[in-house]
């Protein structure tokens, strides 16, 4: 029976080679955006090296406090992760890391900007760098302020260029000089917490602080034994916001935040959430929505051509119908040879998108980014061909199966 | 054989009530039984009769035609027959059993395993080839593509075009497609093959080959025919001749 749809799906398409032509860059034109989207979307949260654990890992990168005359909300501070996350019972690492900031070199003359994170050791634990050269520094080199960086290759070539090792030798920030103890790969600059040029121990900050602040310029990152805890935790540290104690009483007496997976921190960020609210929900369906309404077009305009097209074959209908095709089995052809039609429409979308993402990461919009279509997003692509195909494919089918089989017939 | 008219009303087996047997022993049960069949198609300002109060019984085994000037209700009966179109009134039984015309799906499958269709237009789909349109009721029956293959090859034989299997319509002559047609028909080995005009679309050689055809299904394998034709000199060659005007039987 397939083979027998896929045979005249073929050849209704070879009919009308305009038709065909105008059906399938519709098609491809529209799956190459959802595509390309998918791909994006797919690089900027799933789990991709270093972030091998993001299954198991929890994040906390924005708080609010707030008092009777004052909120204030942003990243949370040193001395408030250090006290409230860092001890949560049960959990295998907890790293603290700050905020990305911009760090100057010389190279001779020339200046060169880089972007520098401070963290400490349980930052290597959770995230699995691959490392070039050498490896990550300790919480020991945390603990005793020790001037150590580790550096991405892109900084290596700019600052110390291919030729000698770079461990061992020493960079220059801001006027200070630091030990290369390891050189790792270049992390796309989408994937945020891992994202940098240069990493060196928080110890090593310019001033000490940092240490008693309770807001600004730090995140931190939960690793959970299994994730089966993440219900534990978070409510843990919700319990623990209950009884924090905050710095200035007067002027603040309350704090929220939460602990939140990738998935649910990208659509917090996106839509602009409070500190402890979750869209992920929201996001999602937004997303449907998008693609929906992105599809709404496309779609009437295929539902038109597929109406024609299938009218065209009322005769054939009117004999399938005779000779024992019941309603419903004509739907199924009917869809199914849409969706093998969107099915090729989507490869050939898939090809155009793969030089697409190609030619983003050329752009550098996105530094060190290399999108790729892997499984996923293929896995993606082929969900939003056969849907695409579904959408555009039963109500041409629907209307046409329920022609009386005399009129169409007749139609002829 | 020369057919036998009948007068109308007069027909050969009592008309069977809406689930009863017939009371006397006699011949076998009517393959089909139309009783008190009427069709009309209504708007909302006029009302059309297309057949009124026929009664029809065809035995298995016969080959019958039916006859009448244009618009006198050839097709609609045979659509009736075929249950592609449902009557406004009267029972329409098959094999006995009365037909019930609402369920789409079980109309299907009662036509997929008891009726195959000849048109005057052969209804070919151009976009198979000619085994590819033999199969087609066979798709319908669930059975598998070998199976289908050799049934069809089969039936391309039976009527002498076992040699044309991967040509398309509309590289066979109208005489060619018509027999397409036929092999298509008889393919799931139906009892009743109802034929609407099958030689009009053929110039009289042609026309002659079809109707050979049809006779040697019927002497030979014994399939039940009902023929809608124009043509006296083919409806001549029939068991029996059943007359309509304006949607009346009138013999």
């Known amino acids: 029976m397939l083979g027998n749809i896929i045979k005249i799906g073929f050849r209704v398409l070879m009919r009308r080679k305009f038709f065909a032509a105008v059906s399938l860059s519709c098609i491809s034109f529209t799956l190459v955006v959802l595509t390309v989207l998918v791909a994006l979307l797919d690089h900027a949260v799933a789990p991709l090296p270093p972030e091998n654990h993001l299954d198991r890992t929890l994040r906390l990168t924005s708080v609010e406090m707030s008092g009777p005359d004052n909120r204030t909300s942003g990243n949370p501070g040193y001395a408030f992760l250090d006290r409230y996350v860092r001890t949560l019972p049960g959990v295998e690492a907890v790293s603290i890391l700050s905020e990305q900031a911009t760090a100057v070199s010389y190279v001779g003359e020339q200046r060169v900007e880089c972007k520098l994170k401070r963290t400490d050791g349980d930052f290597w634990r959770i995230l699995r760098f691959r490392f070039l050269e050498g490896g990550p520094f300790s919480a020991q080199d945390d603990h005793d302020a020790n001037p150590v960086a580790v550096i991405n290759a892109a900084t290596r070539h700019r600052l110390l260029g291919d030729g000698a090792p770079a461990v061992g030798q020493s960079i220059d920030l801001g006027g200070r000089s630091f030990r290369v103890v390891g050189v790792v790969e270049n992390v796309p600059a989408d994937r945020a917490i891992a994202f940098s040029d240069i990493w060196v121990p928080i110890g090593t900050s310019p001033s000490q602080q940092y240490r008693s602040e309770f807001m600004h310029g730090f995140q931190a990152m939960v690793l959970a034994k299994d994730r089966r805890d993440f219900p534990r935790l978070k409510e843990e540290f919700q319990q623990r916001l209950l009884r924090v104690e905050l710095p200035d009483p007067q002027a603040y007496d309350s704090m929220r935040g939460a602990l939140l997976t990738s998935y649910e921190q990208l659509p917090s960020e996106l839509l602009g959430a409070r500190p402890g609210e979750s869209r992920l929900g929201q996001f999602i369906g937004l997303l449907g929505v998008g693609m929906l309404l992105f599809m709404l077009l496309p779609t009437m305009n295929l539902v038109s051509i597929n109406m024609s097209r299938i009218y065209e074959r009322s005769s054939e209908i009117g004999v399938r119908k005779a000779f024992g095709a019941s309603p419903a089995t004509l739907v199924r052809q009917f869809v199914l040879e849409n969706v093998l039609l969107c099915l090729v429409g989507g490869a050939i979308g898939l090809v155009v998108s793969l030089f697409i993402l190609n030619w983003i990461g050329h752009t550098g919009l996105v530094p060190y980014a290399r999108f790729t279509l892997n499984v996923r997003v293929f896995a993606g692509a082929l969900v939003l061909a056969v849907f695409f195909g579904v959408l555009s494919g039963v109500y041409p089918a629907w209307r046409m199966s329920r022609l009386h089989p005399v009129a169409a017939l007749q139609i002829h | ?251």
Not at chain 2, 196 to 204: A, F, I
Request: proline share 5%.
């Open chain 2, 1 to 251: 054989m020369k057919a036998q008219e009948q007068r109308a009303g007069a027909t050969a087996v009592a008309p069977a009530q809406p689930g009863s047997t017939p009371a006397q022993p006699g011949p076998a049960p009517a393959l089909v039984r139309l009783t008190g069949v009427e069709k009309v198609y209504r708007t909302q300002r006029i009302e059309t009769l297309a057949l009124g109060g026929v009664h029809l019984d065809v035995a298995a085994g016969e080959f019958i035609s039916v006859m009448g000037p244009s618009g006198s209700g050839k097709s609609t009966l045979l659509n009736i027959i075929g249950l592609l179109d449902a009557p406004t009134g009267g029972v329409v039984a098959l094999d006995g059993e009365e037909i019930r015309f609402g369920s789409d799906r079980r109309l299907a499958r009662l036509r997929n395993l008891n009726i195959g269709f000849i048109f005057q237009t052969f209804h070919l789909i151009g976009d198979l080839d000619v085994l590819d349109n033999v199969e087609l009721p066979l798709l319908y029956r669930g059975l598998s593509g070998g199976w289908r293959r050799m049934m069809a090859r089969a039936a391309l034989e039976r009527v002498g075009l076992a040699a044309r299997t991967h040509h398309f319509p509309s590289q066979l002559s109208g005489g060619q497609q018509q027999r397409v047609a036929i092999a298509r028909a008889i393919v799931g080995n139906p009892r009743l093959l109802l034929a609407d005009e099958p030689t009009g679309n053929l110039d009289s050689r042609m026309g002659e080959e079809v109707m050979e055809l049809l006779h040697r299904l019927n002497r030979e394998e014994g399939t039940t025919i009902v023929m809608v034709t124009h043509d006296q000199r083919w409806a001549d060659t029939t068991q029996r001749i059943v007359r309509l005007f304006d949607g009346r039987q009138v013999a």
